[in-house]
């Protein structure tokens, strides 16, 4: 089944402990993202990746760090947690690039930073 | 400027009729995609329905339709006949060339029995 996927689904974590959430796709697609959702300002894109070893910054990448050592596998990084990074994450993945491409979301990661 | 408007927070429509979520998008760009997704109370991001810039006409998926008004810069989703399980978050959502997709801020549909 092609799907993307995240780890963990939930967690809560004290300011400043590092945390990784893990995003995996099988689909072989090129671009993958990492947005976060907060209520009332919809969905919000932090940083995507173009292909492995290429990342850029989405519209709010501060206090984030990503990687892309292999195609399928775009982890998010938070060094030092803070309470404002309290959201719903999504990682997604997509396959060509251009503006018709159909994005596809994982499952989402419900983090809270105490 | 926003580049997606939903103004919108919250619908109500009785089951069985059909409802239309308005949805205004901002670009200077000649292409560009329109996409709806849905969002459940579980959280996860559903893609409903998908239209280009220039297609000449409106795209449908079973009950969803994309009412495309170019000159308007409006893409409305129209969902006919609506069942308890389309109570949800709906995003309207648009993306200028290979990088970012710009999201509104979402209108919650509620489905009365």
């Known amino acids: 089944e092609a799907q993307v996927t995240q780890n963990p689904r939930y967690l809560i974590t004290v300011t400043g402990k590092k945390l990784t959430v893990t995003c995996s796709q099988n689909m072989n697609h090129e671009y993958m993202s990492w947005y976060r959702q907060d209520p009332g300002l919809g969905l919000r894109q932090i940083y995507y990746?173009?292909?492995?070893?290429?990342?850029d910054k989405g519209d709010v990448p501060e206090g984030y760090k990503v990687s892309r050592k292999e195609k399928r596998n775009f982890p998010l990084i938070l060094e030092s947690p803070s309470p404002n990074q309290t959201s719903l994450y999504f990682c997604?993945?997509?396959?060509?690039?251009?503006?018709?491409?159909?994005?596809?979301f994982g499952p989402g990661t419900r983090l809270t930073v105490l | 400027a926003q580049k997606i408007t939903q103004t919108q927070p919250g619908m109500f429509v009785q089951e069985k009729e059909a409802v239309t979520l308005d949805c205004t998008y901002d670009t200077s760009d000649p292409s560009y995609g329109l996409f709806w997704y849905k969002q459940p109370s579980s959280g996860e991001m559903i893609f409903l329905i998908y239209q280009g810039s220039y297609d000449q006409q409106n795209a449908t998926e079973g009950r969803y339709s994309l009412n495309f008004q170019k000159a308007r810069k409006s893409a409305n989703l129209v969902i006919s006949a609506s069942q308890l399980g389309d109570s949800a978050m709906y995003f309207c959502?648009?993306?200028?060339?290979?990088?970012?997709?710009?999201f509104g801020t979402g209108t919650r549909l509620t489905v009365i029995p």
């Open positions: 959502a648009m993306r200028e060339g290979p990088n970012n997709l710009f």
């Open positions: 990746s173009m292909n492995v070893e290429v990342t």
């Open positions: 997604a993945s997509r396959a060509r690039g251009d503006y018709t491409d159909t994005q596809y």
